[in-house]
């Protein structure tokens, strides 16, 4: 019930294409739903994050999509480019950023 | 800002000896520091919570013993891994918060290889 499901495992996408990575939950008391972006080497930052009561957050090129019925929840990156390359990680928590549970994470190919 | 950093970058040790990693929050207090465990091509686990002051919080099936942690001050944590073998070589991220439930920052993270 802590586990945090992410799909796919890895992706390729033209520059210029739309990137869709998906996650879904089982435990209805995670609260926040973070994105995270991580390099070869470097630690996860802090992409865009979203809470149960909104359906939709968008930041520039990156959108999340949440459906609290299904319990799922989406990064949308808009006009992907190289720079873009990179593992994505969905994490949910309850009560703000107490407890992280992340997904599996997506590696990101966009191709020039 | 919030800026955190790790040390070293990466560490190779003999096994069965001991290593230490520090993780230092350079432009805030953090209240909160957290310690995760990346294998290759995996995701981060949470290994424990600490508070400064206080004894840390380990996850379940995390032994306390072989990874110490110590948050000595409001910017200062260490993990030390005793006794390391190779299967403890792994990539070692701490982040930290400067205020309950608030933004975890994450560092760089440390690599750690084990012969």
């Known amino acids: 019930q802590q586990q945090v499901k992410q799909s796919p495992q890895s992706l390729i996408v033209q520059k210029g294409g739309i990137s869709i990575i998906n996650c879904a939950y089982e435990?209805?008391?995670?609260?926040?739903f973070p994105w995270y972006q991580q390099f070869p080497g470097k630690g996860p930052a802090l992409l865009i994050a979203?809470?149960?009561?909104?359906s939709e957050k968008k930041e520039g090129r990156f959108t999340i999509s949440f459906n609290k019925s299904a319990k799922q929840f989406s990064l949308h990156i808009m006009d992907s480019q190289p720079g873009d390359s990179a593992t994505y990680f969905c994490?949910?928590?309850?009560?703000?950023?107490?407890?992280?549970?992340f997904g599996t994470g997506t590696r990101l190919l966009v191709s020039p | 800002g919030a800026v955190v950093s790790q040390h070293p970058s990466w560490v190779i040790c003999k096994s069965g000896t001991s290593v230490k990693i520090e993780c230092r929050s350079l432009?805030?207090?953090?209240?909160?520091m957290f310690w995760y465990r990346q294998f290759p091509k995996q995701s981060l686990m949470l290994m424990a919570t600490?508070?400064?002051?206080?004894?840390?919080?380990?996850e379940q099936g995390v032994e306390k013993d072989k990874f110490l942690i110590n948050h000595a001050s409001l910017t200062l944590s260490t993990l030390t891994v005793t006794s390391a073998h190779p299967e403890d070589s792994s990539f070692y991220i701490c982040?930290?918060?400067?205020?309950?439930?608030?933004?975890?920052?994450f560092g760089p993270g440390t690599r750690l290889t084990v012969l």
């Open positions: 432009d805030f207090q953090a209240t909160t």
């Open positions: 979203i809470r149960p009561d909104v």
């Open positions: 982040s930290a918060t400067y205020r309950l439930g608030g933004e975890q920052f």
């Open positions: 994490a949910a928590s309850k009560g703000g950023f107490q407890k992280l549970v």
């Open positions: 600490s508070n400064e002051g206080s004894k840390a919080t380990y």
């Open positions: 435990n209805t008391a995670f609260d926040y």
